[in-house]
């Protein structure tokens, strides 16, 4: 699992989301796949947010990761 570092922004909250676990989240994405038993590392189809751009990443879940990034990144000015 990737630590809490915004897809979008590249924010880094994962001592902010200790204290509050507003701060961010989590978004599983339409071609989300669990890792098989065993497996390391980050599932497809999943991503953290900051709070500032979880509510938009969250509108997109319907999505494959891929398409909702092109969206968040074109709604955000942010092609990093
Ligand atoms: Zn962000």
Redesign the pocket.
């Known amino acids: 699992m990737k630590p809490p570092i915004?897809?979008?922004?590249?924010?880094d909250f994962r001592h902010e989301l200790e204290k509050n676990p507003a701060t961010?989240g989590l978004v599983y994405f339409s071609d989300y796949q669990s890792l098989d038993n065993g497996m390391v590392g980050h599932p497809k189809g999943l991503g953290w947010?900051?709070?500032?751009?979880?509510s938009d990443a969250q509108f997109l879940s319907s999505l494959s990761k891929r398409m909702a990034m092109e969206q968040l990144r074109i709604k955000?000015n942010n092609f990093g």
Do not use: N, R, S, T
């Not at 915004?6 to 924010?11: A, K, R, S, T």
């Open positions: 915004c897809e979008v922004c590249d924010l961010g947010f900051c709070a500032k751009h979880l955000f």
